[in-house]
């Protein structure tokens, strides 16, 4: 049936694309090395404790380092429509949209969307859509509604 938006028309776009967001807690010995364990599970104990600090050694995108960079990066054209849709489950995470509407959570009716999001609650799953446009003297594009 796919997506729609508060009025429960479908929601239209040139490009969409998939942001998962991911943390990591590896643990370090006195000398600030990471470890390394010769069986899974041996770790679990240094690993509550890295946990515990909810500071993470590693925050990936799309799970790898550089998954959205260079080659890889997320690319539109002036004028396109972009969807993005942004996940992470485990910290308070809030992608930055200037302009565009967000929905949170599947909210299927207008009073939970927001329109030109600066931040979106964390930990929620959330859509984003915006077209790029430039602006003079500008050094990039920025998404608008």
């Known amino acids: 049936d796919g997506l729609k938006d508060g009025h429960g028309k479908p929601i239209t776009y040139d490009r969409a694309y998939y942001v998962g967001e991911q943390d990591y807690y590896i643990s370090k010995n006195e000398d600030g090395e990471y470890l390394s364990y010769e069986t899974p599970g041996e770790d679990f104990a240094d690993f509550l404790t890295a946990a515990a600090t909810l500071t993470p050694s590693h925050v990936v995108f799309n799970g790898a380092v550089g998954a959205l960079t260079g080659d890889k990066a997320m690319k539109a054209n002036v004028g396109e429509t972009v969807l993005i849709i942004h996940a992470q489950a485990n910290r308070d995470t809030r ?38 446009s430039t602006r003079s003297g500008s050094r990039g594009s920025t998404p608008t509604s």
């Open 95 to 132: 992608p930055h949209l200037i302009g565009g509407t967000v929905t949170m959570s599947g909210a299927p009716d207008l009073s939970r969307m927001r329109r030109n999001p600066g931040l979106k609650p964390g930990s929620l799953p959330a859509v984003l859509q915006g077209r790029l």
